[in-house]
């Protein structure tokens, strides 16, 4: 079994900041990419930004110089930092985590989701 959990979703006004945490727990064996993800009302889950281990790091281009990306390998955790926000930023935010479990198999696990409410 292994779990993802997301915090620190919330409201923020236009130009300000949220920082958001995931966890990855269980049965894990190694982590080879975190990445998060973010799906807004009628549109399609798209990828924000994204993590390899000993890789570098991919932006979408829409976050490019606004949004950070980090991951802690030690505690299984990424962390996106998200500054300068804006309203179009709004969304469920997903985080996602291509692992090994300890079993053997590998596959991606997802989050439950977390609101970002971006105002104007």
């Known amino acids: 079994q292994v779990q993802l959990v997301e915090s620190g979703g919330g409201l923020v006004q236009a130009g300000g900041s949220l920082r958001l945490s995931c966890a990855a727990s269980g049965r894990i064996f190694s982590i080879n990419s975190m990445s998060w993800h973010r799906q807004a009302p009628g549109e399609q889950r798209e990828l924000v930004a994204a993590?390899?281990?000993?890789?570098?790091?991919n932006y979408a281009d829409s976050v490019k110089g606004r949004f950070t990306i980090s991951r802690d390998n030690a505690k299984n955790t990424v962390d996106l930092q998200m500054n300068s926000l804006k309203p179009e930023d709004t969304a469920v935010y997903y985080c996602n985590a291509n692992l090994r479990t300890t079993d053997w198999s590998t596959r991606s696990y997802w989050g439950q989701g977390t609101q970002v409410t971006v105002s104007s």
């Open positions: 993590i390899p281990t000993g890789g570098s790091t």
